[in-house]
């Protein structure tokens, strides 16, 4: 596996049974003419209002994306993508701000709707004039979010809690504005830009994403979550997300994914990078719920995503958690680089497919701090007539004295057409690293269908259970709210596998 | 009431069933015992629809309803409840949110309210602390760990928040040490009463000396042989089943 594109989706084909947030949204938009070129990227910065530099570090990227070639990935099978055919832009159409829900576009409140946000959270997320002035609900937890309604984040809610705590959470193209400093320091400093094809892409036409950066010493004081939607037809999503983590803080971060049922393959290349100081700690939590297309092989997303985690401080600690159930192929490794002493990575995992799905999912730990720890618990679930490859890499640097790994694969296979693999790969440098690994292949038992059934539990119900059983470990390592939407989640994407 | 006629079932083409006629009605409690490999655990089995039990003739009803014509969940929403004489193990599936998910689909099913986390949790601790089970039997997950003694008042404590009308006892008793016989012995005499009724397969008189049987049937070669009052238990135990099988060892 080259060090190239440590994550990559994509979306072909295939996959029976309603998606049930399947909808698309049909809003005014303003969009950039198809294709790209330096003009286009002139365009993007221009209209985010770009400083200089940033110009001319998304030309720099371009140049080198020129000079590169889309990688072959011998399981990957959809067909070639054109460039020039895509929209590199699109917004929302600016007005002056409604004054109340009335005056929103119902288009949009309905999307929210489908999506499960709440009231008052529309409004903020709509953008209502002082809505985001009220207190959080007392009864709810909280989580800030920040959502992604095509490129342009609409808007930014709990803001002033997270500002009283000295925490930076907005869009991108805001912390641009605003914290230009920062942003130059650390944009690309994981994932440079000649670090993949689809990084370098990203790097040219990014439009939005995520900034967050967490003082020395804070621990944030809320869930930071984020939404993310694709909408506009024929619009690629090139999200950049950075997270810096200074000495000793913490933060958790939430992202969501669910995205519209339509009939034209989407291309979606975001770049993830995270950066924790000594003894920070970053969680990075992610249910991803792509449109896996429909079983003629229409529709879904093309996902190349590069995510990556640098435990730069000593102690330092980066965890990705990750419940993929969407998208007909699936590529994605994120990864952590353990380059501070006593740092630790870890990668809990549930990729379930079905139908004709395919993943091949896992991560990369590369240590190169002394004592450096990392733990991987990957849970992959197959059904139908899906394919499920776990592909891990662990490298243990020549410096990386007593590193140690403990890796933890189980396959649980539901009827007998489909296929479960695990490919890890160890490359140890160094004598006095400890390596774990361990690895189980199961079936759901007659018995166990049986005896829920016998309690009462319909046999779909009874398949949920005893899957969201077996990803005990790594769903108990999500946020309380998330993990209930996780497992409601799998349950749903395995409706029909039985019977 | 449960009433079975000419009932004959096979597994992979084997007879095991061969013509059973019972009849236990409501409010009753009765005894199966019969050497083993007679065909009790497929009488269970078939009773509650388990894949791969093939019925080859004969009707069951339930309270007036073919339960041979409904799924495995249908039987269960419609009161009937198997202890397994092996309880199955669930990874990872916490007991008490497994006994809320099927309480709350047979509720459903039957079209009354579901219970709430804590109202569940309220009466679940009770029911457990009636079967002096420890509070963290319910966290632990589904039979995982659970030793044999536990695993059967684990089907004891699930018939109690399930209420069924018909219990199938598949050797609940075996396995127990003595107290917990007689903790078993009370979760079933605490359902009796006229809408309840149970089927109770044992090897052992001593628990008939717990729960007393209306009726006590000897099941062999897959027919009932024999059937009588409690007396009958008493005289197996006393001479085996030699005068009632002739062929068995
Ligand atoms: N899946 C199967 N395939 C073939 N034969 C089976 C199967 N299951 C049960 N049998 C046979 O059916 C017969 C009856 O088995 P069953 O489990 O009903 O007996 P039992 O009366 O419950 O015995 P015990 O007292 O030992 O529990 C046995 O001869 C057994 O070997
Ligand atoms: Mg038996």
Redesign the pocket.
């Known amino acids: 596996m080259p060090a190239v594109a440590e994550t990559l989706d994509t979306v072909q084909a295939a996959t029976e049974g309603g998606y049930k947030w399947g909808f698309s949204t049909d809003i005014e938009m303003e969009m950039a003419p198809k294709g790209l070129n330096e003009d286009i990227i002139r365009l993007i910065s221009a209209r985010k209002n770009e400083p200089q530099w940033l110009l001319d570090w998304r030309l720099a990227a371009y140049a080198v994306w020129l000079k590169m070639t889309e990688p072959e990935w011998a399981m990957l099978n959809h067909p070639p993508i054109d460039y020039q055919d895509l929209h590199y832009y699109a917004a929302p159409k600016k007005k002056a701000g409604p004054k109340s829900l009335d005056e929103v576009d119902p288009e949009l409140l309905r999307t929210y709707e489908k999506l499960g946000i709440p009231l008052r959270e529309r409004a903020i997320l709509a953008g209502v004039e002082g809505a985001d002035g009220a207190p959080a609900d007392g009864d709810r937890p909280q989580v800030a979010m920040d959502a992604v309604f095509d490129s342009v984040s609409v808007a930014t809610t709990f803001k002033s809690t997270l500002a009283k705590a000295g925490v930076i959470f907005c869009p991108i193209s805001e912390a641009v504005q605003e914290h230009p400093e920062l942003v130059r320091k650390y944009l690309g400093s994981v994932v440079p830009t000649n670090d993949n094809y689809f990084a370098a892409l990203n790097s040219a036409v990014f439009t939005d994403g995520s900034f967050v950066y967490i003082p020395k010493g804070v621990r944030c004081p809320m869930e930071l979550s984020t939404y993310f939607r694709i909408n506009a037809r024929n619009t690629g999503q090139f999200e950049r997300t950075l997270i810096i983590a200074e000495e000793g803080s913490f933060v958790s971060y939430l992202e969501g994914c669910t995205a519209p049922q339509r009939d034209e393959n989407q291309l979606h290349a975001a770049v993830v990078e995270l950066v924790a100081f000594d003894d920070a700690q970053i969680k990075y939590s992610t249910v991803q719920n792509w449109y896996p297309g429909d079983s003629e092989g229409k529709g879904g997303i093309y996902n190349f995503v590069t995510k990556r985690g640098h435990c730069r401080g000593a102690r330092s600690k980066i965890s990705w958690t990750q419940v993929e159930t969407g998208s007909a192929i699936t590529w994605k490794y994120p990864s952590c680089v353990l380059q501070g002493d006593d740092s630790v990575g870890e990668f809990y995992s549930v990729a379930l497919t079905n139908n004709y799905q395919q993943a091949d999912t896992g991560t990369k730990m590369i240590h190169i701090g002394k004592r450096t720890k990392s733990t991987i618990v990957s849970k992959g679930i197959s059904a139908g007539h899906s394919n499920n490859t776990y592909r891990g890499l662990v490298r243990i640097d020549r410096r990386a004295d007593g590193a140690r790994n403990f890796t933890q694969c189980d396959s649980l296979l539901i009827g007998d057409q489909c296929g479960a693999h695990t490919v890890p790969y160890i490359e140890s440098r160094n004598p006095t690293a400890k390596l774990e690994h361990e690895a189980t292949t199961s079936k759901i038992a007659e018995d166990q269908l049986f005896y829920c059934r016998q309690r009462g539990l319909s046999e779909e119900d009874a398949v949920g259970l005893i899957v969201n059983g077996f990803c005990k470990d790594v769903l108990k390592e999500l946020p309380m709210e998330f993990a209930v939407e996780a497992q409601k989640l799998l349950a749903i994407s395995l409706e029909g596998s039985v019977g | 009431m449960l009433q079975i006629n000419g009932l004959k079932a096979s ?2 083409g ?1 007879s ?2 061969n013509g059973i006629d019972l009849t236990v009605p409501q409010g009753e409690v009765h005894a199966i015992m ?12 078939v009773l509650s629809g388990r894949e ?2 093939e019925v080859d003739g004969g009707t069951a009803t339930f309270g007036g309803q073919d339960i041979l014509a409904m799924e495995p969940e249908e039987r269960a929403a419609a009161g009937l409840f198997l202890a397994f ?1 092996y309880p199955v193990e669930l990874p990872g599936v916490n007991n008490a949110n497994f006994l809320r998910t099927a309480l709350n689909a047979q509720r459903r099913a039957r079209g009354e309210a579901e219970l709430d986390a804590v109202q569940f949790l309220k009466l679940a601790r009770a029911e457990a602390k009636r079967l002096s089970m420890p509070d963290d039997m319910l966290k632990r997950n589904v039979n995982v760990g659970f030793s044999g003694g536990e695993k059967k008042r684990n089907e004891v404590l699930q018939m109690a928040l399930l209420r069924p009308k018909l219990a199938i006892l ?2 609940t008793d075996s396995g127990l040490d003595i107290d917990a016989l007689k903790i078993v012995a009370d979760g079933v005499n605490a359902l009796r009463g006229p809408t309840f009724s149970a089927l109770v ?1 044992t ?1 052992y008189q001593r628990l008939l000396d717990h729960i007393v049987p209306d009726r006590v049937h000897i ?1 062999a070669q ?1 027919r009932i042989v024999k059937s009588g009052g409690p007396e009958l238990a008493h005289a197996l135990e006393a001479g085996g089943y030699a005068a009632f099988v002739p062929e068995a060892a």
């Open positions: 597994i992979d084997k095991i069933l019969g050497p083993n490999g007679s065909g009790k655990s497929t009488l269970s089995y791969g039990y004489q598949d050797e397969i090897h099941l897959g």
